[in-house]
T-cell receptor, first 115, second 116 residues
Framework: GQNIDQPTEMTATEGAIVQINCTYQTSGFNGLFWYQQHAGEAPTFLSYNVLDGLEEKGRFSSFLSRSKGYSYLLLKELQMKDSASYLCAVRWGLYSGAGSYQLTFGKGTKLSVIP | DSGVTQTPKHLITATGQRVTLRCSPRSGDLSVYWYQQSLDQGLQFLIQYYNGEERAKGNILERFSAQQFPDLHSELNLSSLELGDSALYFC???????????????FGEGSWLTVV
């Protein structure tokens, strides 16, 4: 099965930097996603890593180490609107080819940004 | 706007009843996924379709079923509803290809189901 762990809650100060970690154990790994979800709303795509290393996109960066089964999401210059749940999700499949992959989510990290 | 459309947005029904949730994927996307999210819970994968065929099943109850039609829209049928089925049901879609362009899964706004 797929096992994804991330902290349940985190609190950070406006303007600061916060790192949200995610560890996973999976078969047929084919990439790792980060999504942001505000309460009662749809998850929105933030980043995707399939190769080791850092992907930077504005204030958000995501890192992946496949050998360690580890990823983190880095949020810089925190704003109040960044208060949300951040979901780590692993794309995996036992077979290759179109339509063969699933996305399994961790339980999410609820980030609270305080003034 | 993700391009994934779900109806209805809200639904209140009684225990024992049956409901159908509808999803139109993004234009060109062949894969459709259904997820359930209960209050303060993570996203639970229910089922996946690709171009009309079932491709994967998660923790979907036998009382629940789904299908994807030739025009690629999908329906999730929930029957003999129980109080515990109250949740937000998300549909998501992706291109389904193995390449980078088809990797990202986009979510609809969800259907809020309340069973009373």
């Amino acid at each position: 099965g797929q096992n994804i762990d991330q902290p349940t809650e985190m609190t950070a100060t406006e303007g600061a930097i916060v790192q949200i970690n995610c560890t996973y154990q999976t078969s047929g790994f084919n990439g790792l996603f980060w999504y942001q979800q505000h309460a009662g709303e749809a998850p929105t795509f933030l980043s995707y890593n399939v190769l080791d290393g850092l992907e930077e996109k504005g204030r958000f960066s995501s890192f992946l180490s496949r050998s360690k089964g580890y990823s983190y999401l880095l949020l810089k210059e925190l704003q109040m609107k960044d208060s949300a749940s951040y979901l780590c999700a692993v794309r995996w499949g036992l077979y290759s080819g179109a339509g063969s992959y699933q996305l399994t989510f961790g339980k999410g990290t609820k980030l609270s940004v305080i003034p | 706007d993700s391009g994934v459309t779900q109806t209805p947005k809200h639904l209140i029904t009684a225990t024992g009843q049956r409901v159908t949730l509808r999803c139109s994927p993004r234009s060109g996307d062949l894969s459709v996924y259904w997820y359930q999210q209960s209050l303060d819970q993570g996203l639970q994968f229910l089922i996946q379709y690709y171009n009309g065929e079932e491709r994967a099943k998660g923790n979907i109850l036998e009382r629940f079923s789904a299908q994807q039609f030739p025009d690629l829209h999908s329906e999730l049928n929930l029957s003999s509803l129980e109080l515990g089925d109250s949740a937000l049901y998300f549909c998501a879609s992706s291109g389904g290809s193995g390449g980078p362009s088809g990797n990202t899964i986009y979510f609809g706004e969800g259907s809020w189901l309340t069973v009373v």
